[in-house]
T-cell receptor, first 114, second 114 residues
Framework: AQKITQTQPGMFVQEKEAVTLDCTYDTSDQSYGLFWYKQPSSGEMIFLIY??????QNATEGRYSLNFQKARKSANLVISASQLGDSAMYFC???????????FGSGTRLQVQP | NAGVTQTPKFQVLKTGQSMTLQCAQD?????MYWYRQDPGMGLRLIYY???????DKGEVPNGYNVSRLNKREFSLRLESAAPSQTSVYFC?????????????FGPGTRLTVL
């Protein structure tokens, strides 16, 4: 069965510093996609970054990068140069060929301090 | 281009009442989804529609029904609301069912059942 584990319920980071949000996953499929979403206090779900299981390079999108370690089944989100606006819940999610929709982790609440 | 829209934004029901949550997307996506988000948890799939004319159960379908009215619209119905259905409901859509297909989310409906 699919499972996404986010072990950090809450994280603090100083403004302008980098932060890593952990995500491990479990699947028996060879083909799968990993996604990170941001949920600010306003409630909407904002797509940040995607990594495919066959992608050889780590995905990057602006200040977001995904540290993908396939053998360890981890897909950590790295946010560089944190900003106050980065304070939000962050969800890791996965989809494989056996499932028609995303499986989400329980999320990490990030608070950026000035 | 509004993306994914949901109505209503907020709703309070009494136990036993019924209601329909509406969702529409203008991105010409084939697949649509309904999720619920409970406090401290990630999103869980209620129902999905892989393409127009098809619907399938997700993880937590009990107490809900859906209708894929056309390619744009996917509604979620609570026939007899229960306090356990108090949650935030998100509709999402994607181009298709591939593992790499990003899902776009609506703003959510906050439902309280008294």
């Amino acid at each position: 069965a699919q499972k996404i584990t986010q072990t950090q319920p809450g994280m603090f980071v100083q403004e302008k510093e980098a932060v890593t949000l952990d995500c491990t996953y479990d699947t028996s499929d060879q083909s799968y996609g990993l996604f990170w979403y941001k949920q600010p206090s306003s409630g909407e779900m904002i797509f940040l970054i995607y990594q495919g299981s066959y992608d050889e390079q780590n995905a990057t999108e602006g200040r977001y990068s995904l540290n993908f370690q396939k053998a360890r089944k981890s897909a950590n989100l790295v946010i560089s140069a944190s900003q106050l606006g980065d304070s939000a819940m962050y969800f890791c999610a996965m989809r494989d060929t056996g499932r028609r929709a995303l499986t989400f982790g329980s999320g990490t609440r990030l608070q950026v301090q000035p | 281009n509004a993306g994914v829209t949901q109505t209503p934004k907020f709703q309070v029901l009494k136990t036993g009442q019924s209601m329909t949550l509406q969702c529409a997307q203008d991105m010409n996506h084939n697949s649509m989804y309904w999720y619920r988000q409970d406090p401290g948890m990630g999103l869980r799939l209620i129902y999905y529609s892989a393409s127009e004319g098809t619907t399938d159960k997700g993880e937590v379908p009990n107490g809900y029904n859906v209708s894929r009215l056309n390619k744009r619209e996917f509604s979620l119905r609570l026939e007899s609301a229960a306090p356990s259905q108090t949650s935030v409901y998100f509709c999402a859509s994607s181009v298709g069912q591939g593992v790499y297909n990003e899902q776009f989310f609506g703003p959510g409906t906050r439902l309280t059942v008294l």
